[in-house]
């Protein structure tokens, strides 16, 4: 038996045949026989159910990474499986810490404030999508980098998260500034392109932008209408109050400033005559061509 992290134990209930089974074996990291310590025995009648305990942790470095209270734990789940305790397709999970208990995806209506779900999204590139956005607690993107995502996916796994805090401009909000919003994307497309294992989309990330662009952020913006309009107030007050104190500033919202400096999409570049009228070096103006003078 090689040096595991701790000791894990496996028990199941299964409806057979025979009727209902209960299976119980210890799992052990080794070449061979991995399976031991397996028991199957009649069981009494019960929902079927699997479970898992870790116990055991030793001190080969695990234990200086393992988190020091429940609590890490809990949020740890909440922020790694929250598209899936809120896809409407996970069994009920209980997990126990220590002497407190969580069951999900119950727990996750503890975090999660509003949710908004468009069932169908019709796109020509993507085909139909489903989009689930919500607003939760700043916990749900405790493990993350970042605090506002887009997750994308596939076959009820989540395949890549996407992260739009430069695109919202935003890093908390709510009444506490202590809000954050995540959104989950599903297709038949997502799920036809991805590999075997569920980790990488075949396709480059420029997809996942487009969809992100076209297809999901007119539903964000007016999702999160209020908290981006009081972000923009926000920034017009610091620009009033900038030019307030620095009236330099404020000099470009001037009728003749403004058209003296037009974007240059609207101004007309001068031709190469105009220059030799106006007696500029003709050698320093005249078009260049192939590479030369």
């Not at 210890?26 to 079927?48: G, M």
């Not at 539903?219 to 009033?240: N, S």
């Amino acid at each position: 038996m090689t040096d595991c992290f701790a000791d894990i134990r496996v028990d199941t209930a299964s409806t057979e045949a025979t009727g209902m089974q209960r299976r119980t074996f210890n799992f052990v990291l080794d070449v061979d026989n991995q399976i031991q310590n397996e028991v199957i025995e009649a069981a009494e009648p019960r929902e079927p159910y699997f479970l898992v305990e870790f116990k055991g942790l030793r001190t080969n470095g695990y234990r200086d990474k393992w988190p020091g209270r429940g609590n890490y734990v809990f949020q740890h789940l909440t922020s790694h499986f929250l598209p899936t305790f809120i896809g409407k397709r996970c069994p009920e999970i209980e997990v126990h810490v220590g002497g407190e208990t969580r069951t999900y995806p119950q727990a996750i209506n503890e975090i999660v404030h509003r949710t908004q779900t468009m069932e169908s999204l019709p796109t020509e590139e993507f085909g139909d999508l489903k989009l689930t956005m919500m607003e939760c607690e700043k916990i749900a993107s405790a493990d993350l980098k970042g605090s506002h995502f887009i997750h994308f996916i596939a076959h009820d796994r989540t395949v890549h998260s996407q992260s739009i805090d430069g695109k919202l401009g935003l890093k908390y909000f709510g009444p506490g500034d202590n809000l954050v919003f995540h959104a989950i994307l599903t297709g038949a497309f997502l799920d036809k392109h991805v590999n075997q294992e569920r980790t990488k989309f075949l396709f480059e990330d420029a997809v996942l932008e487009r969809m992100i662009n076209d297809v999901c952020w007119p539903h964000v913006e007016t999702f999160l209408a209020e908290p981006m309009a009081k972000l923009k107030g926000e920034q017009k007050a610091k620009i009033e109050s900038i030019t307030a104190t620095y009236p330099s500033v404020a000099f470009g919202m001037s009728t003749s400033f403004r058209t003296r400096c037009r974007p240059a999409s609207s101004r007309r570049m001068p031709s190469t005559d105009t220059f030799r009228a106006s007696g500029s070096d003709a050698t320093s103006v005249r078009p260049r061509k192939f590479g030369r003078y």
